[in-house]
């Protein structure tokens, strides 16, 4: 069975596991790092009266409550590049008012952004009196799942090359799928992708207005239209007047490590011979409309690879547990919020999120307020689905 989505972070600090060392009067508060904005604790007295060791345990009890979901966001973060961490990290973390120093001394997940983001996050933490003085260890504990549906590209880190950045947002590595790869691109104003050959197939979503250039010629693209570029087309998309973003999905898919390093995995176009594959560009304008909006099907574009649609579902609607039997269904959110279930887990999506459903997968979705999506298929199904 397919356990999806992110995968719980165990706080495992049982009260019984958190070491806890030093002496009962709280040492001099530690410099505050620069740029970091951490609530002021209220000066101690010198003849206060030390902490129990019940008050000590019940303040880590109540900080391994309230870091819970927070270290879950670590490794959320982290599982955008890559969703197999799974392992230990134990902090010591020397607790003074103002603001804690942390470190890691055990980890085996071995992953730097995650232990990176759990040293910030305890640092930052503003920890109960009764702990002030303490050095204290927590260990969490983390378990991959066998691929994740769900991806807040809030959270997606960006990589460039000159004018132009990348985002790879689904992929092999962080949803154990080679179906198909999504990245969103930036062209900052008077950049160019330049002329490049695609090797896969390619579907454009412009989130703004630009330009693209083919061996057809120069056409002007607007927020909203969509372009197909197959398999060994030539295209070029520039930012002539403002910044310019774009989602696009490729097929197949696969571990997108140039991406990742800041360029599309997109040779320079040289010339050759064979016949010319220009980009097809569906505009917006004029797109039909309704719940599923199909903008590139077997009517619109000569491929079987993908096809996509704008997906609308109003506020209180639902997408009833539906099945695609021989397609991978991916979801770009344009707006909205909602529930998606994937083989009977609840996952939360908003308008930042990104799906990837494999085939044979039982799905739903509730929209809490009017989700409206990109939605691709790969390949394209025979008839449109919901």
Known sequence: MRRVAVARAAVVAVLGAAGITGCGRPRDPAPPSGGDTVAPAPPIAADAAEASQEERLAAIQKAMNELDKAAQQCWAAAATERFDIEGEITLLIDIAPGRARASVVHDTARNTRLSACL????????????????AIQLPFRFRAPDGQNTIDRALVAWNGQGNVSVAVLLDENNTG??????????????GTTGLRSAGRAE????????????????????????????????????????????????????????????????????????????????????APAGATAVRADAAAIPDRTLSAAILTVPAGGALAEHVHAGETELL???????????????????????????????????????????????????????
């Not at 179906?179 to 930036?186: G, R």
């Not at 799906?355 to 929209?367: C, E, G, M, S």
């Open 332 to 386: 770009y959110l344009l707006a909205g919020s909602g529930t998606l279930t994937v083989s009977g887990v609840d996952l939360p999506v908003t308008s930042t999120s990104v799906v990837q459903i494999p085939k044979n997968t039982r799905h739903a979705l509730v929209a809490t307020s009017e989700v409206r999506a990109v939605q691709i298929f790969t390949p394209a199904p025979a008839k449109a689905h919901p």
């Open 119 to 134: 040293v910030q996050l305890m640092a930052a933490y503003r920890w109960a009196p009764p702990l002030y003085g303490q």
């Open 177 to 190: 799928s080679d179906a198909a790869s999504m990245f969103e691109l930036a062209i900052a104003a008077g």
């Open 203 to 286: 579907l454009w979503y412009f989130l703004g207005a630009g330009q693209v250039v083919s061996p057809m010629g120069r056409r002007a693209v607007a927020a909203g239209d969509m372009m197909f570029v197959p398999r060994g087309g030539v295209r070029e998309v520039a930012a002539p007047v403002a910044d310019l973003h774009a989602m696009i999905a490729v097929v197949p898919g696969g571990r997108e490590g140039s991406a990742r390093g800041g360029a599309l995995p997109t040779p320079e176009a040289t010339s050759a011979t064979g016949p010319i594959k220009p980009p097809l560009i569906l505009p917006a304008a004029g």
